[in-house]
């Protein structure tokens, strides 16, 4: 399985983006499919995972109902659609996921593939 992450760029504080995770080389609909993201200097983070066969999600405590993950399996696409967003949320944002186990975890080291990376820069 291959993983395409797209959809960064630079956006004002209060704006919004959707952040796009292209899978291939698998069906959509057999693991789970997380967002993690990593600013300068910092460790990387968990953000939300999707369960793709039955679509349950689930979000890291800080996400406080302005990120959303979705995804449309016919496509095979995962998305997380950030909304309000901050300069703090400036970071370089990776989907990923676990192919032998497909499970929806917290940690980093959870996930054995991993795409590229998309830079979202929030500033005015």
């Known amino acids: 399985v291959q993983l395409q992450a797209s959809g960064g760029g630079l956006v004002q504080p209060g704006g919004s983006l959707r952040l796009s995770c292209a899978v291939s080389g698998s069906t959509l609909d057999s693991g789970g499919i997380a967002w993690f993201r990593q600013a300068p200097g910092k460790e990387r983070e968990w953000i939300s995972c999707?369960?793709?066969?039955?679509?349950?999600?689930y979000y890291a405590n800080f996400v406080k109902g302005r990120f959303t993950i979705s995804k449309h399996n016919s496509n095979a696409m995962v998305y997380l659609q950030i909304s309000s967003l901050k300069p703090e949320d400036t970071a370089t944002y990776y989907c990923?996921?676990?192919?032998?186990?497909?499970?929806?975890?917290?940690?980093?080291?959870?996930?054995?593939?991993w795409g590229q990376g998309t830079q979202v820069t929030v500033s005015s």
């Open positions: 990923a996921t676990d192919r032998a186990s497909g499970l929806c975890r917290d940690r980093v080291t959870a996930y054995d593939t």
């Open positions: 999707i369960s793709t066969d039955n679509g349950v999600t």
